[in-house]
């Protein structure tokens, strides 16, 4: 799928680049589908809203060695729907995958997400360079009472900001200092909300500020996140690196395009 000069030009811009009716219908069932089945799984890589609440963070289902491995993930990462937009965006041939994830922003328990950059903690994985993009794809209906993401646009220019840890949530991970996040809503703001419908995606810059809210409707909200690095930018060795599932090392293998209706087939429904 080739994006045009003004939609490059607004990823640039913004941050961000939302891409409506990206999936069919067929394709979001074959992945919910699959992230029902591997939501029943107990493994390392499906992180929980507490010790025993409902999963809120799904990772590795596009590995084949993975316990979460899921061929229609698989196949996912590799459409020219997917990957050769990231390629263009990136203005690189050579990617691989960083991490794939599925959250599932449960119904209720479902918790929010604070303001961070992804490149907070990918720069802490070892990787150089914020050369990184994200596709967000949309398996339920999103909106603000439900807990879609929130953009800040522009944001991503000034670059990474040094992250502080924060466990205030049932995932922890490195966030923006509140003051800091305070004064760019001020400066980029008012945050836009991604409300999206299944099939619906978005491709965001890893130093884009984002955040959700809790979920405080009676339906769940899933989405798929792809995170794409360029094989060149790979991580340098550090010391306690990651799990693979969550810092990717198949940086010496560039994904390979394949036909775009391999996650169809990869499902066995065509
Ligand atoms: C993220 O920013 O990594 C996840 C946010 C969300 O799924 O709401
Ligand atoms: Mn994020």
Redesign the pocket.
Known sequence: MRLTPAQLAAYDRDGFLELPGLLDPGEVAVLRGEVDRVSQLQAEEVKREGADGPPKIMLGMHLAESATASAAMQALVRLPRTLDLAQQVLRETDLYIHHT?C?L?ASIEGSA?PW?Q?YGSWQLDGIRRPDMTTLMISLDPAAEIN???YFLPGSHVEGRHDAVFDTSTAYH?YAVPHEVTRERIRRYGPPVAIVSRPGDAVLFDCNLL???GHNLSADDRW?V?LCYNTCANRPEAIPNPRPAYVRGTDWHRPLQGINDTALMRAAGTD
Do not use: P, V
Request: aromatic fraction near 14%; proline fraction near 0%.
């Open positions: 994830k959250n922003k997400w961070h992804d807990g879609c993401l991970l984002h955040a959700s989405q996140y």
